[in-house]
């Protein structure tokens, strides 16, 4: 595996880690950020999906020749990959017009970014 597919991989679950510090450091604010948590705990299991898939299909995933080219697991991954990350962008965009952490939600939409990217540039060049 590549040094590059490792960077893609993995960058997004070092910043999913960093936001869950984020988020247990502010635990004591005024009012409760189920808003941030719930765009948090998306991007934590997109950022997931896609290290522990890619990990997966890149050293132990045996792809017959004789299946379909659209159903490809590499295929199934990116498209929830995508919608993990298209649906914690949404959610951190409504915490940050509510007013929460500016840090933890810009944390949440580049991560979402980053995967979403990705993953359809990975999609679309299979």
Known sequence: MP???WVICF?????????CVMLYKSRHAKRPQLAS???LTLCTASAMLAACGTVYLTYFACIPSSTPWTALPEYTLDFYVMLLAFSSGVAGLIALTRGHSRGLNGT???TSGWLLLFSFVHASTI
Do not use: F, K, Y
């Open 37 to 39: 948590a719930i765009a």
């Open 108 to 110: 949440v939409l580049l």
């Open 3 to 5: 040094l590059r597919l």
């Open 11 to 19: 960058v997004p679950v070092i910043a999913v880690v960093w936001g």
